[in-house]
């Protein structure tokens, strides 16, 4: 079956950095897109950044420079690295298969915050 698994989030004071990944196993990693989605307290849950199959990279206009996805389909793993983080970028971050169909992880917490 159909599994994301992310790690790397944490607590990080403002102007760090960290380095998101999410596992995906149960289907053929190279064909799909992938996307980084989060959702912070209280709030809707946003698109990040989405990677297509071919490598074009799309984000977010409040990430936009400061956000970076890839991919490594040898290793079935997205990345998101995430540079000179701000307390507003606290949230859950999430990995989804495509923009499409129900297949999340089951996110990772991301804390900036001094």
């Known amino acids: 079956q159909v599994q994301l698994v992310e790690s790397g989030g944490g607590l990080v004071q403002p102007g760090g950095s960290l380095r998101l990944s999410c596992a995906a196993s149960g289907y053929i990693f190279s064909v799909f897109d992938m996307a980084w989605y989060r959702q912070a307290p209280g709030k809707q849950r946003e698109l990040v950044a989405i990677?297509?199959?071919?490598?074009?990279?799309s984000y977010a206009d409040s990430v936009k420079g400061r956000f970076t996805i890839s991919r490594d389909n040898a290793k079935n793993t997205v990345y998101l690295q995430t540079d000179s983080l701000k307390p507003e970028d606290t949230a859950v971050y999430y990995c989804?298969?495509?923009?499409?169909?129900?297949?999340w992880g089951q996110g990772t917490q991301v804390t900036v915050s001094s």
């Open positions: 989804r298969r495509s923009l499409y169909g129900n297949y």
């Open positions: 990677i297509t199959r071919g490598g074009s990279t």
